[in-house]
């Protein structure tokens, strides 16, 4: 008579199980179209399904690590329902094999929505599942425990022999699991080995402008010790995206179509770009989500061609308002046509601080546009443009409850100092920056406690369409004190001091920080 097993043991046999379904599929999936990743599927299909408030507690809460919380929660959870569900494994009714029969039904329902998905891609999925079970059904049969009885001195067995056969199937446990962690691992390696577009990418020459920009003033960072840096290095440029896989797109398969409210289709390959004028310029982009005060700002120099000669070839109906524009991954946003028309000179974007886009920042190619939040117009691995109609399409983020337009906010930071900071008495410098893109800073105040808006010293404005840096002298003195700052734009507006949340267009309110000085 088979040994019974321990609650514990037959929990530790589903998550193995799972463990090795994920780690084949994950393997097989490496040597397919990208939509067979069962995982980024699965995760994908969690984002989509999760209310906006929820998504937006992610990035306040976890900034740009929201996918590595995502990506954890999703394999945390798949490890108890697997424990769960093999609790109730029997040979005569296989309850924990039809939970994941189930999990597996759920897989390719999601490998399936995904982009471009074909029915082979199920493939990684069904043999992931059937491994899966394989497993479970071993575990649980008793057959690894063989010769053991469930009762110590029948037949001959004692406590030490039930106890040899938990061990031998706790080894047995263990290396299944061990052997789907390193299973998957491996088609995570192999995947980006197969796929990766570093050689593509380093392979680009950036064309270079007939006009080359301006050089940054040399004046543009004011004095001050710490402040932010005019323009961000691409490794510490911020990222908010959908994309729990970073898309691997080379040149030769990168197409964009213009389409919907046109005169004529139009399709552009990477190389159908060189017809167009080159242009430089330098732009801060904004997410959304960056609450008073937040780093979800970064300022960067952008190499590409103006959106608006793209669609100038298409011929635009005067009556379309907006773009639709589709990311490789099916993401879309909407974006005013006025705003990738006019002369802010928006951008189909390959190039970033002199250097190809980096590939999670869009490569081969993305917007960027001057005066929206990205959500509404820095679509990266950008493939399609679809001209329509506010009141005909939604895209991603205004489904979940943000506006549709979305113009950037008078917005102002304090870097220096940081909230419970320690100073030394005596002469002190405050820094920071200020932001109205599209508008430009005209000025920006601090108000030390409770005292009166004093004019700080700016860096000199590169552009209407870049940040501004701001420093600020100050004697101080002993105790706890609040230091506060506000922003006036070029049009007069002056940043409001009423606080708001990120959701529906954007964060308001004055960043303040508090310190002690002893």
């Not at 199920?122 to 899966?132: D, K, R, Y």
């Not at 100038?312 to 005067?318: L, M, W």
């Not at 930071?413 to 008495?425: F, H, K, M, N, T």
């Amino acid at each position: 008579m088979a040994t019974k097993q321990s609650a514990g043991l037959r929990m530790s046999a589903g998550v193995a199980a799972a463990a090795v379904g994920l780690g084949v599929a994950q393997l097989l999936a490496s040597f397919f179209s990208p939509a067979a990743d069962v995982r980024t599927a699965v995760g994908t299909a969690v984002v989509n399904l999760t209310p906006g408030p929820a998504k937006e507690w992610a990035i306040q809460t976890f900034g740009t690590a929201d996918k590595l919380f995502l990506a954890v929660m999703v394999i945390l959870v798949i490890a108890a329902l697997a424990a769960l569900a093999a609790r109730w494994e029997r040979s005569r009714v296989p309850l924990g094999s039809l939970f994941f029969v189930a999990a597996g039904v759920i897989g390719c329902a999601a490998v399936l929505a995904r982009p471009g998905a074909s029915p082979a891609d199920l493939i990684p999925t069904l043999v992931g599942i059937g491994s899966a079970i394989a497993v479970l059904r071993l575990l649980t049969s008793g057959r690894i425990r063989e010769g053991v009885d469930g009762t110590a001195g029948a037949d001959g067995v004692d406590g030490a022999d039930r106890v040899d056969g938990d061990w031998r199937l706790s080894l047995a446990t263990l290396g299944f699991a061990a052997a789907g962690l390193v299973t998957g691992v491996a088609g995570a390696v192999l995947t980006r080995l197969l796929r990766s577009v570093s050689g593509d990418r380093d392979a680009l020459a950036l064309p270079t402008p007939a006009i080359a920009p301006p050089p940054p003033p040399a004046d543009v960072v004011p004095k001050g010790a710490g402040i932010t840096n005019f323009i961000t290095p691409n490794d510490e440029f911020y990222r908010i995206d959908t994309a729990l896989s970073v898309p691997q797109l080379s040149r030769a398969d990168w197409r964009l179509r213009i389409h919907g409210m046109v005169d004529r289709e139009v399709t552009y390959t990477f190389d159908d770009l060189q017809r167009f004028e080159p242009i430089e310029k330098t732009v801060t982009l904004a997410c959304v989500s960056n609450p008073v005060g937040g780093d979800l700002i970064s300022n960067a120099t952008w190499v590409g061609y103006r959106v608006r000669d793209l669609l100038r070839d298409a011929g635009i109906a005067a009556d379309a308002d907006m773009v639709l524009s589709t990311s490789i991954d099916g993401f879309t946003i909407g974006t005013p046509v006025e705003a990738l028309t006019d002369d802010r000179d928006s951008l189909l974007a390959i190039g970033m601080n002199g250097v190809p886009l980096p590939v999670e920042h869009g490569y081969p190619a993305r917007l960027v546009v001057p005066g929206l939040y990205g959500f509404v117009s820095a679509t990266k691995w950008v493939v399609d443009l679809e001209l329509t109609q506010f009141d005909r399409a939604e895209a991603y983020w205004t489904k979940l409850g943000w506006s549709a337009q979305a113009p950037i906010k008078t917005q102002s930071r304090i870097d220096v100092p940081r909230s419970g900071a320690r100073l030394s008495a005596g002469p002190t410098t405050f820094g920071g920056v200020a932001w109205a893109q599209h508008r430009g800073i005209e000025a920006v105040e601090v108000r030390v406690d409770d005292g009166p808006w004093r004019p700080a010293q700016l860096g000199a404005a590169y552009s209407n369409d870049t940040w501004r840096l701001w420093s600020f002298d100050w004697n101080a003195t002993g105790g706890q004190h609040t230091v506060a700052v506000r922003a006036t734009d070029n049009t007069g507006a002056v940043q409001t001091g009423d606080q708001m949340g990120v959701i529906p267009d954007g964060a308001t309110g004055w960043h303040t920080v508090s310190f002690d000085v002893k």
